[in-house]
């Protein structure tokens, strides 16, 4: 089964509304979770590092006052695209890893489509 | 810098043939290196992972790849293709540029399934 879960699914919304997504981790405690975004028919591009208690770290190019992260507990994330435009539009995938060691594997969730009209 | 080649974009192979996805990667040291599936409008999906030891990883769906620092790479294999193998397939390592551990991916090949 899945262990981590992502929601919504997809979202529809005008221009300047703002949307948050929410990534769980479901039978593990994350304190690192990763943002990713992936564009029609290419790779994922880490967007940020979510850790808990502090602040996320931001990839270059990815404005942070654009896109929120909160990681408040060891099993949540979440991510608020403020004052969403057309260009905000993509597939969110976030994922978490076991605590320890920097190769264990991450677990993605199943993904956000946002669509911004 | 680190980074993950993945040269073929889409393979088409019959099901029940064999199937082969290639991946390079660049870095010095021993690298962590992982295969990942993706289904339409899904997540991705652990399929094996490389550490250490032995250099071929059995992973799920009878997936297997074989790690070869001579080559720099870490290449899919699948003894006979099932039509429900179809799917985006991405190659990752662990990037030791950002101190936690994210991963780097390659462009990803897509495999389409002939019946």
């Known amino acids: 089964g899945a262990v981590v879960s992502q929601h919504p699914s997809r979202v529809i919304c005008k221009s300047g509304t703002s949307v948050k997504i929410e990534c769980r981790s479901l039978d593990f405690q994350a304190t690192t979770m990763f943002w990713y975004r992936q564009f029609p028919k290419q790779s994922l591009m880490l967007m940020a590092t979510?850790?808990?208690?502090?602040?996320?770290?931001?990839e270059q190019g990815v404005e942070k006052d654009k896109f929120l992260i909160n990681h408040a507990s060891l099993t949540l994330s979440t991510l608020t695209v403020t004052s969403a435009h057309p260009e905000d539009s993509s597939f969110y995938i976030c994922?978490?890893?076991?605590?320890?060691?920097?190769?264990?594997?991450?677990?993605f969730g199943d993904g956000t489509r946002l669509s911004i009209l | 810098a680190q980074s993950v080649t993945q040269p073929d974009i889409h393979i088409t192979v019959s099901e029940g043939a064999s199937l082969e996805l290639r991946c390079n990667y660049s870095?010095?040291?021993?690298?962590?290196l992982f295969w990942y599936v993706q289904s339409p409008g899904q997540g991705l999906q652990l399929l094996l992972k490389?550490?250490?030891?032995?250099?071929l990883v059995q992973g799920i769906k009878g997936f297997e790849a074989e790690f070869k620092r001579s080559q720099s790479s870490f290449n899919l294999r699948k003894p006979s293709v099932h039509w429900s193998d179809a799917a985006e397939y991405f190659c990752?390592?662990?990037?030791?540029?950002?101190?936690?551990?994210?991963?780097?991916f390659g462009k990803g090949t897509k495999l389409s399934v002939k019946p």
């Open positions: 979510s850790n808990e208690g502090s602040k996320a770290t931001y």
């Open positions: 994922s978490a890893r076991h605590p320890g060691q920097v190769n264990q594997p991450q677990h």
């Open positions: 990752a390592v662990v990037s030791y540029g950002g101190s936690q551990g994210n991963l780097i």
């Open positions: 490389y550490f250490s030891g032995d250099t």
């Open positions: 870095y010095g040291a021993t690298p962590y």
